[in-house]
């Protein structure tokens, strides 16, 4: 039976780092208020001249250039994004031709927090039964998406890009092991972009406030993507023969300190096994999966601890605006 293996890892920050108390100061914060909310002490925020494809081109370039495959042997990339460079035509393609992957095939999925687990889905199913690799790319670029003055929204998000490449392997037992991916319609207004889609297209009369990002209610937003963490987690370990204690990794959504701590600990999984980047990377979104993965493998390559083994396994859980979300078990 044919698996998968995570061949290599890429990920990519933005150069300007913004800490908390650029943010304070303009929001009249007291000191050190986001990170006691949040966990964040600061966080990337993209260039003038930077677009989505130029934070997930660098990425893929250190994916490919880790893995020592030829871009040419890629046969599909597919980009996790909910900050494309247009709204069309889809940016994927445009990543692909500029990394050099020839022809291959190239899609935009937009799933917002839990994009990287659909998207991670999807490519190993398409590795397993083309036995092509397939590159992941999970980016973006949300300081344009925030009101600058919105409390609820600009603490908490940054820009990033990581990567994952798939490929086809004959090790038995490796890749996905279980999967569940979730959504909830009914949490469907709790985070929102108002204006730019067929409901609201773009009109110059339009406010600035309608154009950026919205969180309608950030209690019902934390209760219900850990539950959606929750749920989906122990159903896809369920799908995989395993329980909690059996993981060597979890890697949670980056979207803030107490989610992830109120998740883990419904999940009874030890902190010593959670992985995170949450404190100087902030919530990039779909993208903050592989940044942790790629971050905490190139900590490991500089002596900083051993991490990533084969064998090892590793449990990821996202949830996000839709709601949408998933828990997903892989095997290294």
């Given at each position: 039976?044919?698996?998968?293996?995570?061949?290599?890892?890429?990920?990519?920050?933005p150069?300007?780092?913004?800490?908390?108390?650029?943010i304070?100061?303009?929001?009249?914060?007291?000191d050190?208020?986001i990170?006691?909310?949040?966990?964040?002490?600061?966080?990337?925020?993209?260039?003038?001249?930077?677009?989505?494809?130029?934070?997930?081109?660098k990425?893929?370039?250190?994916?490919?250039?880790?893995?020592g495959?030829?871009?040419?042997r890629?046969?599909?990339?597919?980009?996790?994004?909910?900050?494309?460079d247009?709204?069309?035509p889809p940016?994927?393609?445009?990543?692909?031709h500029?990394?050099?992957?020839?022809?291959?095939?190239?899609?935009?999925?937009?799933?917002?927090c839990?994009?990287?687990?659909y998207?991670?889905?999807?490519?190993?199913?398409?590795?397993?039964?083309?036995?092509t690799?397939?590159?992941?790319?999970?980016?973006?670029?949300?300081?344009?998406?925030?009101?600058?003055?919105d409390?609820?929204?600009?603490?908490?998000?940054?820009?990033?890009?990581?990567?994952?490449?798939?490929?086809?392997?004959?090790?038995?037992?490796?890749?996905?092991?279980?999967?569940?991916?979730?959504s909830?319609g009914?949490?469907?207004?709790?985070?929102k972009?108002?204006?730019?889609?067929?409901?609201?297209?773009?009109?110059?009369a339009?406010?600035?406030?309608?154009?950026?990002?919205?969180?309608?209610d950030g209690?019902?937003?934390f209760?219900?993507?850990?539950d959606?963490?929750?749920?989906?987690?122990?159903?896809?370990?369920?799908?995989?023969?395993?329980?909690?204690?059996?993981?060597?990794?979890?890697?949670p959504?980056?979207?803030?300190?107490?989610?992830?701590?109120?998740t883990?600990t419904?999940?009874g999984?030890?902190?010593?096994?959670?992985?995170?980047?949450i404190?100087?990377?902030?919530?990039s979104?779909?993208?903050?999966?592989?940044?942790?993965?790629s971050?905490?493998?190139e900590?490991?390559?500089?002596?900083?601890?051993?991490?990533?083994?084969?064998?090892d396994?590793?449990?990821?859980?996202?949830?996000?605006?839709?709601?949408?979300g998933?828990?997903?078990?892989?095997?290294?």
């Amino acid at each position: 039976m044919t698996s998968t293996t995570l061949l290599s890892l890429g990920h990519y920050a933005p150069q300007r780092r913004v800490p908390n108390s650029e943010i304070e100061g303009r929001l009249a914060l007291a000191d050190g208020w986001i990170e006691r909310r949040t966990g964040i002490r600061e966080r990337r925020y993209a260039a003038a001249d930077e677009a989505l494809s130029d934070l997930a081109i660098k990425a893929g370039e250190m994916t490919l250039g880790r893995s020592g495959l030829a871009p040419s042997r890629i046969g599909l990339l597919i980009l996790a994004t909910s900050t494309p460079d247009h709204l069309l035509p889809p940016t994927a393609p445009l990543i692909a031709h500029r990394l050099g992957l020839g022809h291959a095939g190239a899609i935009d999925m937009a799933g917002a927090c839990g994009g990287f687990l659909y998207a991670l889905s999807f490519a190993d199913s398409f590795a397993k039964t083309h036995r092509t690799p397939v590159l992941v790319i999970a980016a973006n670029i949300l300081s344009r998406r925030t009101n600058p003055y919105d409390r609820s929204s600009v603490v908490l998000f940054g820009d990033a890009a990581g990567a994952a490449l798939i490929a086809p392997s004959d090790q038995p037992g490796s890749g996905v092991l279980g999967v569940h991916l979730m959504s909830d319609g009914a949490g469907y207004d709790l985070i929102k972009i108002e204006a730019g889609g067929s409901r609201m297209p773009f009109d110059p009369a339009l406010s600035n406030d309608q154009t950026k990002m919205k969180i309608a209610d950030g209690r019902q937003v934390f209760s219900r993507a850990t539950d959606m963490m929750v749920t989906a987690s122990m159903k896809a370990l369920h799908a995989a023969g395993l329980e909690p204690g059996a993981i060597d990794y979890w890697i949670p959504h980056q979207a803030n300190a107490r989610m992830i701590a109120a998740t883990r600990t419904k999940l009874g999984i030890e902190e010593t096994k959670t992985l995170t980047s949450i404190a100087l990377y902030g919530n990039s979104s779909a993208a903050t999966i592989p940044l942790t993965l790629s971050l905490a493998a190139e900590a490991a390559a500089a002596g900083n601890g051993t991490i990533f083994k084969p064998g090892d396994t590793l449990l990821m859980s996202a949830a996000g605006a839709g709601l949408t979300g998933g828990g997903l078990v892989y095997r290294l």
